[in-house]
């Protein structure tokens, strides 16, 4: 089974328990990006499941961590579902009361993952999050999202709300260095923006 297709079953899991979700992480920045591998998935869930239920639903391939965690880079609480078989972990983080993160949440977007329409964080909000993780966590392959995610959506982006919270996170200039890194456009490319 692919990491699509686990991600789908949590997704469907997750709405037959009615808990709203956000597809972040890796997951979003494919979307919106150049995809590449990842060895997990991230969800931001609304509120926390119901553990009982969310077991039930989830079915006998997955285990689910009944135990809340803390994770440092996105301060946030987590608990941890693991599909057996082929092994892939999904993070479920709870949305906290961080403004960018109610914000986010608030403009979610429908994308497609696995051929399927799921709820996902917008491409200014994946730029956003990937930088103040990446300075919060010192993670490069972040910077490498953000770089993709810019570059294959260049000139569609809400470049002034990017600034506006890069500028509250303290990221700005590592936007603004991240901009520049990135090739110039062919002719062909950039007359169409």
């Given amino acids: 089974m692919s990491p699509n297709a686990i991600l789908i079953k949590v997704v469907d899991a997750l709405d037959r328990c009615g808990i709203p979700y956000m597809v972040v992480g890796s997951f979003s920045s494919n979307a919106y990006g150049i995809e590449r591998n990842t060895h997990d998935a991230d969800l931001v869930l609304q509120v926390p499941p119901p553990t009982d239920k969310l077991i039930q639903e989830l079915g006998p391939d997955f285990s689910l961590d009944r135990q ?4 440092t880079v996105t301060m946030t609480q ?6 057996r078989d082929p092994p892939f972990k999904i993070e479920l983080f709870f949305l906290s009361d961080d403004p ?3 914000q986010r949440f608030e403009r979610r977007a429908s994308g497609i993952i696995g051929g399927r329409n799921i709820f996902v964080a917008t491409a200014e ?13 010192r993670r490069t392959k972040d910077i490498d999202d953000v770089r993709n995610v810019l ?6 982006l809400d470049m002034n709300y990017i600034r506006q919270w890069c500028q509250q996170h303290g990221t700005l200039e590592l936007l603004e260095t991240t901009l520049q890194s990135i090739p110039p456009l062919p002719p062909q490319l950039s007359d169409s923006n």
């Fill in 151 to 156: 570059a294959v959506q260049h000139g569609k």
């Fill in 125 to 137: 909000d994946v730029v956003i999050t990937k930088l103040r993780w990446s300075k919060q966590g």
């Fill in 68 to 71: 809340l965690g803390f994770e």
């Fill in 100 to 102: 960018h993160d109610i």
């Fill in 78 to 83: 987590r608990q941890i579902a693991s599909h």
